[in-house]
């Protein structure tokens, strides 16, 4: 990790992308959260309750566009939208939705690892007197590859190494894929069956199809 100037002269936090993954494996090792297959879905609520001991509200209600927010003060505020909450609890619920759920409270539990050490400078993410609460809009998960803010960037790779643990999400997805013969990744994005190796990935550690997708394309599985 690093403190730089922006252009603005603001200092905002750097990290390596493997800094990331290590600083989160050690997050879920030190809570004791790593899951242990055949459960390979992370316990996300124990980790931000108590790991992390934030304040945690599951049913804030918010604009249409706000997932979620995280406000830092004595003790870590993680708020999530009520109508997100409860389409995800609902009965029935699609994995879709369950997984967006799961991905705002990591995406906001990786805002308090990476970017608590600002709030210790007396500062927000964006330099200033800690007063704001970030607010985390629906975009920065629909689209994280073109985020321009770069705490949503960074808080994005953080739910992804939180949600799907890169170790172990390496093992399962090198499994998938043998199940399909031999092969050397990265696989063509325009396979046919890819979408059936990307749903088994998405059940197995409950996240949407779009995040393990993503996951597999960061991680050099798909082209």
Known sequence: MQLIASADGRRRIWYRADEIEQICASALADAGLIPDPPQCDVDIET???????????????????????TEFREVPLIAVSRSLTDAAAASGAPLGTVGRWRATVAHEAAHVILHGALFGLGLDQLGRPNTRPIRCPRASFEAPATSRDWREVQANMGMASLLMPRELFDREAAYAFSRRGPMMPPIRASEPWLDIVVAVLANRFKVSKQAARIRLEVMGYID
């Open 47 to 69: 980790l931000v309750e108590s790991h992390l001991g934030a304040e945690v509200d599951y049913g804030v209600t918010m604009p249409a566009d706000v997932l979620g927010y």
